[in-house]
């Protein structure tokens, strides 16, 4: 059973860092697509950055390149997000995904939410001006 456990979400001020985790267990792959996605309040969810584990390739959409960054552990199957000069509106939750990658890391440049095969349980992120 595959299972994603998102974790370090926190209170901040603008301008300051977080480091999120995602810890996946049971997958049954070494190559898989990874990704961070942001549900502003009341808001959609939307994908902000990607990876492709064992291959180490990271993708990140542009209200977050050179902000966010992405770092793998794969002998701990542990994905990091450091987050540096956070705005108000990065607020939210945060959720790891899983989906297949099919040994292609250009599937995971595509951060489309129905894509993705398994959830973490999402962590918060509030930043204050």
């Known amino acids: 059973q595959v299972q994603l456990l998102d974790s370090g979400g926190d209170s901040v001020q603008a301008g300051g860092s977080l480091r999120l985790s995602c810890t996946v267990s049971?997958?049954?792959?070494?190559?898989?697509?990874l990704a961070w996605f942001h549900q502003p309040p009341g808001k959609e969810r939307d994908g902000v950055a990607g990876a492709y584990v064992d291959g180490g390739a990271t993708y990140y959409m542009d209200s977050v390149n050179g902000r966010f960054t992405i770092s793998l552990d794969n002998d701990n199957n542990t994905m990091y997000l450091q987050m540096n000069n956070l705005k108000p509106e990065d607020t939210g939750i945060y959720y790891c995904?899983?989906?297949?990658?099919?040994?292609?890391?250009?599937?995971?440049?595509?951060?489309?939410?129905?894509?993705?095969?398994?959830w973490g349980q999402g962590t918060q992120v509030t930043v204050s001006s």
């Open positions: 049971g997958y049954p792959s070494s190559y898989y697509c």
């Open positions: 995904a899983a989906k297949p990658s099919a040994y292609d890391s250009n599937r995971c440049r595509y951060l489309i939410d129905t894509s993705f095969t398994y």
